[in-house]
């Protein structure tokens, strides 16, 4: 991405990003408060985790499909 970009394209980009390391960082969040305290990961915190990480990915694969239309439509 680039620096200093001003277009709704980049932003949408930025945007896409910061939700997917927001979910990560979430998911990690999560896995770590389980470990420490409760030491063992049930059904629900591994749903949960496995959730968020998967709303990241969706994310990823978003600003992907996003980036590549972008640089199609920049190349014509």
Known sequence: MKLGDRTQMGSVLLATSLVA?????????VWTIAINTVGDIDKSLSSIIVSLSGGALLANITSVFLYIGDTLKSRR
């Open 21 to 29: 390391v927001i979910q990560l960082v979430a998911a990690a969040s």
